[in-house]
Structures are given as C-alpha cells and as structure tokens.
C-alpha cells in the first residue's frame, strides 16, 4: 500500500511536473509571440513615424512653393499694371518739358506736376528703379540699342545718349531704356 501511495503521490508528482512543463514552454511561447508582436508593433510605429516625417517635410515644402508662387504671381501683376502706367509716365515728362516759359506757374501747369509725381511716387513705392544709362556700357538685358552714333567723349559700346528711359522692378526688367550706343 505504501508503494501505492507512493505511486499515487508519483503520477501526480509526474503530471505537476508535466503541467509545469506545459506552463514552461507555453510562458517561453507566449513570450516570444509577444516579443514578436512587441518587435512588429515597434517596426510599425517606426514606419508610421518616417512617413509622418515625410509628409510633414513635403507639406513645408508645398507651402514654401505655394508661398513663393504667390508671391512671384503678385509681383508679375504688379509688374504688369505699372509696364501699363509708364507710357503715360512719358506723355507727362514729355508735357513738363516743352512748357512754356510764361505758362510755368500756371495753376493747371502745377496741377499737371503733381499727377507727374504723384505717378512717379507709386514706382517708388514698388520699387522701381529708373535705367538711364547714359555714359555706361551697352547691356543688352536692361538696353535696347535704336542706333550708333560717333562720339569722342564716350568709349565704343557705352551709351551716347537714352532716347527712353527703361525701368526695373527687382530683377525683372519691365521696359528697356532704348538708347544709342558709341561706335
């Protein structure tokens, strides 16, 4: 009887033993699914994060284009309306320097010279910058040559004389000052 117990003690000895092996190896597996899923959730969120990074770049980038298109847009429109405005720019210098003498104070005469710099103001105000070359080298970019004239007071290929002024607004070259150029 004693061996019976025993053995009775043994089988549930052997099947503790059995169980706690069971328990082992399902823990080591429930460990490693779980690594394997932890590893899996990290490569994720590490592949979430890189195109989150990407996204966000992309879209500073689009904004920055965005921002600088409009900007180039506004600055074309401007650009365009004064190009408009400067012939008549021209009538008015054009008016003011053949005034006659007796008529310079004339009231209409000022009020005439006024709407002259009230014009001229406005390129100020936007930046335009006056070409009148006279005396410096040809520059075919900013210079549109109508003739070539012998002079002996300016070097061949400068500017004897501007015809017509030309204007800048920031790098772009709204109209070129027409001019002659030394032989």
Known sequence: MNSQVHD?????TDTVAQTDATADASTEQGQSVTQEMVDAA???AQEYL???QRA???FANYKKRV???LKDSHSNASGNVLKDILPAIDD???AMTNVPPQLKDDPWVNGVS???RKL???LDDYGVVVIDPTGSAFDPSRHEAIGMEDSESVASGHVTTTVQKGYILGERVLRPALVRVAN
Do not use: C, D, I, S
């Open 120 to 122: 001229n103001k406005v």
């Open 114 to 116: 006024m709407v002259l």
């Open 42 to 44: 990290q490569t994720q």
């Open 56 to 58: 966000r770049a992309e």
């Open 8 to 12: 009775e003690n043994h089988e549930p």
């Open 50 to 52: 890189e195109g989150w």
């Open 67 to 69: 921002e600088r298109e």
């Open 92 to 94: 008015f210098e054009r």
